[in-house]
């Protein structure tokens, strides 16, 4: 049975709508560039020739390093019941501008919403990415799901995630599709190229415990694995031409298998923008990226 203490370690309180986490800076030096386009294998030169005119333009999958090392709350210390129970469920990145070698960005969190949903208690938080003047360079709504939580206080929302395009059809054969092979080391790689790490993705002896079949890649490596695709293969290699990318994450993804990314459709939007759609599959034929989108110029 559960106790009256374990039940309150795995609930939420609609008053935390609202609160921060302690900023974070960091500066983009060519080897934090390098090192995260190398994690997820981007090895588009923009990422790499820092003699190139302009100097390197920062990887946009950068958010998650920014996101990662920003999460700390004054005063309050996540229980462990909470990160065992915890699951990522959508990311929506929204671009000002790209991030450019030599930025300092200031990156900071706060909680928009609480919903209670059938596995548990949805969770929105939005980080602002600001250079050194101030002005926003990325903003990131990530929602994350703890499994039997419960809402205390009833649900709550002080911002809403921008609607996104939706494709006119999924039916039919892709515009292309590209497998992706993941190696064993994958999750390794990326945890130390991207500075993330949770023992999950490279401790198999922690992922067993935690109820998983074997150690898993992180979510956000499969989605920019996805966006890398879209990026090279549809924007010309062009990643200042992102404004938007969003996905949500439902399957999981074994290092020592493979993934294979579909492109759906790819239009033009009334204002301009084009929009395109896409997914990743896994292994087993699930959804590790359902519902993607990238919209650019």
Known sequence: MTSENERADISTRSTDVGRETTPARFTLTPRVIAAYAAGIGDTNPVY???????GLIGHPGLIWRFQWHSQSVPGVTVPPEIRRRSVAAFADARFARSFREGDTITAQARLIAVRQIPPGVLSVNRWTMR??????VCELDYAGIVRGARVEGGDRAIAE???????ASRDGEPLWTVRIPIAREAAHIYTECADIWN????ERRVALAAGLPDIILHGSATLMLGVREIVNRCLDADPSRLRRFAGQFRAMV???TAITVRCHEDRRESDGTRAIFWDALNAEGGYAVANGVVLAT
Request: no cysteine; glycine share 12%; aromatic share 4%.
């Open 131 to 136: 250079d050194a003047r101030g002005a926003l």
């Open 199 to 202: 023992p999950i993705h490279t």
């Open 161 to 167: 995630t921008p609607p996104l395009p939706h494709p």
């Open 48 to 54: 790499f020739d820092d003699d190139r005119p302009g």
């Open 254 to 256: 074994i290092p020592g």
